[in-house]
């Protein structure tokens, strides 16, 4: 196998809602710097626009994985007719494909939502997302009936789930519930709101649940 200083490990990055790679990329910062040296983040943007009310999109739209109304997201949501998301997981396999292998997945808010599914979907043995864990920052359980299949079951895949005390936009708790969903989540408590944290103790929290899947180890 290969030694410890074998290749750093792979992330896709799933942005949160009314994101997009260049708008994900520019706000971990400091998370692609902690990171250097052990894993790599390679960002995508989700399928779809998000209707903008004035031309803030510009060249750079924001997007998101599904909408729980037409045109509109709220994860607290139960929504009846759910949109987007089977376009949302055929993204994340023709990623897996044109760029990989990859090791594991980094989502925030929405895109940890979409992760966690993804997660779902490889512990049942879907062969087209071959990851082996995931990061969750800011993550929920979609509240939609129809999504409400990939929860039924615990998802034995391994998991690190961060979640922030004074997050305004996913509060902590709907984080912690989706961490029940896993089998041996870990789960990380940061004292910010709702953003990928990146200082010294969370630093240290990743770094060692990434060890766990050091290449050749």
């Given at each position: ?23 994900f ?6 998370l ?11 960002v995508i ?10 031309d ?11 909408f ?8 607290g949501?139960?929504a ?10 055929s ?19 929405q895109?940890?939502?979409?992760a966690a599914?993804?997660?779902a979907l ?15 920052v800011a993550?929920?359980?979609s ?12 998802i ?8 922030g005390?004074a ?7 709907l984080s912690?519930?989706?961490?029940q969903?896993?089998v041996?989540?870990?789960v ?19 770094l ?10």
């Amino acid at each position: 196998g290969a030694m410890s200083g074998g290749r750093p490990l792979r992330l896709l990055g799933l942005h949160g809602y009314r994101q997009s790679e260049r708008r994900f990329r520019q706000r971990i910062g400091a998370l692609r710097k902690a990171l250097r040296g052990r894993a790599e983040l390679v960002v995508i943007s989700a399928p779809h626009t998000v209707p903008v009310d004035e031309d803030d999109g510009g060249d750079d739209p924001p997007r998101g994985w599904w909408f729980s109304g037409p045109g509109t997201f709220e994860a607290g949501e139960e929504a009846a007719a759910p949109a987007g998301l089977e376009e949302s997981l055929s993204a994340v396999a023709a990623a897996l494909k044109k760029h990989g292998p990859f090791d594991g997945l980094l989502g925030f808010s929405q895109g940890a939502a979409l992760a966690a599914m993804v997660c779902a979907l490889r512990a049942r043995g879907d062969p087209r997302f071959p990851v082996a864990f995931a990061i969750l920052v800011a993550g929920f359980a979609s509240r939609a009936p129809a999504h409400g299949h990939f929860y039924r079951e615990p998802i034995s895949l391994p998991t690190l789930h961060v979640v922030g005390d004074a997050d305004a936009v996913i509060a902590a708790s709907l984080s912690r519930e989706l961490a029940q969903h896993f089998v041996e989540p870990v789960v990380l408590t940061h004292p910010g709101g709702h953003f990928v944290p990146a200082a010294a103790p969370q630093k240290k929290a990743y770094l060692d649940f990434l060890d766990r899947f050091c290449p050749g180890q």
